[in-house]
Each structure stands twice: as structure tokens, then as C-alpha cells.
């Protein structure tokens, strides 16, 4: 069954730092670019970082830029976001997600939900000031 796996979220303070972890199964995420989403309470679900695993290009929103980075481990099947310099408005329920295998690379930054095809369930991430 194809699956991803979410986990890592907890509460942090301001300036401190967490690393959330993807855990893929029932593929290879060499074979996919794998995207993080946020959905605070009463926003929208936001796309804020990608990483298109066959060639290593990573993308990120402005409001996690320099901040957060996204990465890959092949040998465990699992992406990382190590985000730092937290701050109270990314208090947030953390997912990520498989890139449809029909999109191309370019389109992953429009951070649309109906490119995504496999979603993971979820990490609480909370942020206090």
C-alpha cells in the first residue's frame, strides 16, 4: 500500500528549531518530488516547501525561505523538513505529500493541492511566543 508517514511535530518556542520526517512506503521517493504543506487553524491549507527527488531541486515559499529547509534520504525512504527560527505564525498542522506522476517541475511551486496524489496525515506543530 502506498502510504506517507508524517511525524516530528510538538511544541517549540520562538527561535528554536524542529525537524519533521516523511516516511514513505509502497514506493521509491527517488522516483518523485515530495511536497510539505501547513493548514493553521481557519486558513487554508499552504504549500511551503518540495523537493523534486530526481534531480535534488528543492523549492520553498517565501514565508519559510531561508528558514526551513527540505531534504531526502534514499536509503530510509523518508524526506525531512528541518525548520529553524520558528516563530508563533508557523503554529500549524504539518502534511506532506506525493507529486502526481504527471506533473512536471515546474508546476510544483503553484503549491496546488490537485497536484498532489498521496497525503500523509498530519504532525501538530506549535510555536509559542
Known amino acids: 500500500e502506498v502510504q506517507l508517514q508524517a511525524s516530528g511535530g510538538g511544541l517549540a518556542q520562538a527561535g528554536g528549531s524542529l525537524r519533521l520526517s516523511c516516511a514513505a512506503s509502497?514506493?521509491?521517493?527517488?522516483?518523485?518530488?515530495i511536497g510539505w504543506f501547513r493548514q493553521a487553524p481557519g486558513r487554508e491549507r499552504e504549500g511551503i516547501s518540495a523537493i523534486w527527488n530526481k534531480d535534488g531541486s528543492t523549492f520553498y515559499a517565501d514565508s519559510v525561505k531561508g528558514r526551513f529547509t527540505i531534504s531526502s534520504d534514499s536509503a530510509k525512504n523518508t524526506v525531512y523538513l528541518e525548520m529553524n527560527n520558528l516563530k508563533p505564525d508557523d503554529t500549524a498542522v504539518y502534511y506532506c505529500?506525493?507529486?502526481?506522476?504527471?506533473?512536471?517541475?515546474?508546476?510544483?511551486?503553484?503549491?496546488?493541492?490537485?497536484?498532489?496524489?498521496?497525503w500523509g496525515q498530519g504532525t501538530q506543530v506549535t510555536v509559542s511566543s
Open positions: 509502497g514506493f521509491t521517493l527517488d522516483e518523485y518530488a
Open positions: 505529500a506525493r507529486v502526481s506522476p504527471w506533473v512536471i517541475k515546474v508546476l510544483v511551486t503553484r503549491w496546488a493541492r490537485n497536484l498532489y496524489d498521496v
